[in-house]
């Protein structure tokens, strides 16, 4: 049976908390887990492991802008994520398949910090920024 609907990177909403990020052009969450080494005599040849511990990391791109009166209560920007990364605070970052939830919807949460960030800007480009971290916690749901 084929999947019912494919999911477009245009049609992905990255959200700050519950406030959309304004101009968010892609995101990637990467996970991994430590592989703990039990190889002893009794294996054999064979390599031995058993999985440690979860480490995920993720990055935003956007483009660069300012909020205007009209959305700035709406969207966030890069002001915010910078003056996250500068004042050390945990961020609740969320994507998922729309902008507003419905029943069945999958929705990836993950909460940590930002470490890195790069503002852009070129002659005859869109200004652009990107930042990155990693979580504590990420969790896969869906709405009900």
């Given at each position: 049976?084929?999947?019912?609907?494919?999911?477009?990177?245009?049609?992905?909403?990255?959200?700050?908390?519950?406030?959309?990020?304004?101009?968010?052009?892609?995101?990637?969450?990467?996970?991994?887990?430590?592989?703990?080494?039990?190889?002893?005599?009794?294996?054999?040849?064979?390599?031995?492991?058993?999985?440690?511990?979860?480490?995920?990391?993720?990055?935003?791109?956007?483009?660069?802008?300012?909020?205007?009166?009209?959305?700035?209560?709406t969207n966030i920007t890069p002001y915010t994520l910078i003056?996250n990364t500068i004042s050390k605070t945990e961020v609740t970052?969320?994507?998922?398949?729309?902008?507003?939830?419905?029943?069945?919807?999958?929705?990836?949460?993950?909460?940590?910090?930002?470490?890195?960030?790069?503002?852009?800007?070129?002659?005859d480009a869109a200004g652009s920024f990107s930042c990155s971290?990693?979580?504590?916690?990420?969790?896969?749901?869906?709405?009900?």
């Amino acid at each position: 049976m084929a999947l019912q609907e494919q999911i477009f990177g245009s049609n992905v909403y990255v959200f700050h908390g519950s406030t959309l990020i304004g101009c968010a052009k892609s995101i990637k969450v990467s996970g991994s887990r430590t592989e703990i080494d039990t190889t002893c005599t009794g294996t054999g040849d064979v390599q031995a492991a058993k999985v440690g511990k979860a480490k995920y990391t993720w990055s935003i791109d956007l483009l660069w802008r300012q909020a205007t009166a009209g959305d700035i209560a709406t969207n966030i920007t890069p002001y915010t994520l910078i003056g996250n990364t500068i004042s050390k605070t945990e961020v609740t970052i969320t994507f998922k398949n729309s902008g507003t939830l419905v029943s069945g919807d999958e929705v990836y949460t993950g909460v940590g910090y930002i470490t890195q960030f790069d503002l852009s800007g070129d002659d005859d480009a869109a200004g652009s920024f990107s930042c990155s971290g990693f979580f504590n916690s990420f969790t896969p749901t869906k709405t009900a």
